[in-house]
């Protein structure tokens, strides 16, 4: 029997604390979780990209997902019925990310959103202190605002089930945990 498993994408503007989330709710429920490409290939090839570069970013994000997925399904066992899988940022963030910086997406990102399933969107919200690092770029919090703002709109324009993550970092966990809880 394959297993089930159940897929959350952690979203939001840079600096909100997606990757910690990922990483805490991968070891609570003993299990595993997909680290943002965007980082590793800009950390490879430089912070100053192209629009072109955002398809291929894309493309890295779904199979380093792809990749997490099968391994999940190798090593879970038959008895256990239900697992989950925790996202660092999917497409809809390079989506935003596009349409902000270019003011455009790709067509193949879009059409790979439409058809890319998930079963909880948990949406970090800009509350926590900007973090300064080599790869992010927007540190002002009217853009930091108007961001979070998008990524809330784009949420409200699906029908995944999706809360915001607020407050410190122990609070964003315990809100997680109740939301993962809740699609179990």
């Given at each position: 029997?394959?297993?089930?498993?159940?897929k959350?994408?952690?979203?939001?503007?840079?600096?909100?604390?997606?990757?910690?989330?990922?990483?805490?709710?991968?070891?609570?429920?003993?299990?595993?979780?997909?680290?943002?490409?965007?980082?590793?290939?800009?950390?490879?090839?430089?912070?100053?990209y192209?629009?072109?570069?955002?398809?291929?970013?894309?493309?890295?994000?779904?199979?380093?997902?792809?990749?997490?997925?099968?391994?999940?399904?190798?090593?879970?066992?038959a008895?256990?019925?239900?697992?989950?899988?925790?996202?660092?940022?999917?497409?809809?963030?390079?989506?935003?990310?596009?349409?902000?910086?270019?003011?455009?997406?790709?067509?193949?990102?879009?059409?790979e959103?439409?058809?890319?399933?998930?079963?909880?969107?948990?949406?970090?919200?800009?509350?926590?202190?900007?973090?300064?690092?080599?790869?992010?770029?927007?540190?002002?919090?009217?853009?930091?605002?108007?961001?979070?703002?998008?990524?809330?709109?784009?949420?409200?324009?699906?029908?995944?089930?999706?809360?915001?993550?607020?407050?410190n970092?122990?609070?964003?966990?315990?809100?997680?945990?109740?939301?993962?809880?809740?699609?179990?």
């Open positions: 029997m394959k297993q089930q498993i159940k959350i994408v952690v979203i939001g503007p840079e600096s909100t604390g997606k990757s910690m989330l990922c990483e805490q709710l991968a070891a609570h429920y003993n299990t595993m979780w997909v680290k943002e490409y965007a980082r590793e290939y800009l950390l490879e090839h430089g912070a100053d192209a629009f072109d570069d955002l398809y291929t970013i894309a493309q890295g994000q779904l199979l380093n997902e792809e990749k997490v997925i099968e391994q999940l399904q190798k090593i879970s066992s008895e256990k019925k239900e697992t989950f899988l925790f996202i660092d940022t999917d497409l809809i963030v390079i989506k935003v990310w596009s349409e902000f910086v270019f003011n455009k997406c790709d067509n193949r990102i879009l059409t959103i439409s058809k890319r399933k998930y079963d909880l969107y948990l949406l970090c919200n800009i509350d926590l202190p900007w973090v300064k690092d080599e790869l992010r770029e927007y540190p002002d919090i009217e853009v930091r605002k108007k961001l979070f703002h998008y990524y809330h709109e784009v949420l409200t324009e699906q029908k995944v089930p999706w809360i915001i993550i607020s407050g970092y122990e609070e964003r966990l315990a809100h997680a945990l109740k939301a993962v809880n809740k699609i179990s």
